[in-house]
């Protein structure tokens, strides 16, 4: 009896530590109170917008999480490890598509990241930046590309057409073509000359 008694205050003061030293009482409305660890809490944010800032990151910084994305860090970390969230800060940190730099606009969020589905995204890599070398598309430079084709297939195409006159008009000059196939040909529009 003796013993149990030692046992059970050993247990309440290593409980009584345990709480004191690294978990805070959080009000989640309605009276419910959820316990969670304000020192992982703290390193997390402490290490998410630390690697924002480091990576010039467009993602906004943390200031404080909710209740309930507080669990869910907890869960992903009971689940996968501190170290595949450290992984997945850094991948996000990193990525131009989850800091809206690539071809379509998105702009992640601690809380985005936070959801286990789009955790296991970006630890798996699919927000990865697909090469070193790739670079926003720029319309600017397509446009203006597309214009000078234009501009070039116009050419070509008064070119030709000026081609094709030259060799009416020598036929006609050699008398090739007779006045009335001429008149013939005039009337059908098949010939015409420019008065440049």
């Not at 990576?55 to 907890?74: C, D, K, V």
């Amino acid at each position: 009896m003796k013993e149990n008694k030692e046992r059970s205050k050993e247990n309440k003061e290593s409980n009584d530590r345990k709480n004191t030293a690294t978990a805070a009482v959080v009000s989640a409305g309605a009276g419910v109170r959820a316990y969670v660890c304000e020192l992982d809490i703290a390193s997390f944010v402490n290490l998410f917008n630390g690697e924002m800032v480091e990576n010039s990151a467009n993602i906004p910084y943390i200031s404080t999480l909710s209740t309930g994305y507080a669990r869910m860090l907890h869960s992903l970390q009971r689940s996968y490890g501190q170290d595949s969230v450290e992984k997945m800060v850094h991948k996000a940190a990193v990525s131009d598509f989850l800091n809206n730099r690539g071809r379509k606009p998105f702009l992640a969020s601690a809380e985005w990241l936070l959801r286990e589905e789009n955790f296991i995204k970006v630890l798996n890599g699919n927000y990865d930046n697909a090469a070193e070398t790739w670079r926003p598309r720029d319309y600017e430079a397509e446009r203006r590309t597309r214009q000078e084709e234009r501009a070039r297939m116009a050419r070509e195409a008064d070119r030709q057409e000026s081609e094709r006159r030259m060799r009416q008009r020598e036929e006609w000059a050699q008398g090739a073509v007779t006045y009335e196939e001429y008149q013939r040909m005039l009337a059908a529009g098949e010939i015409c000359f420019d008065e440049r």
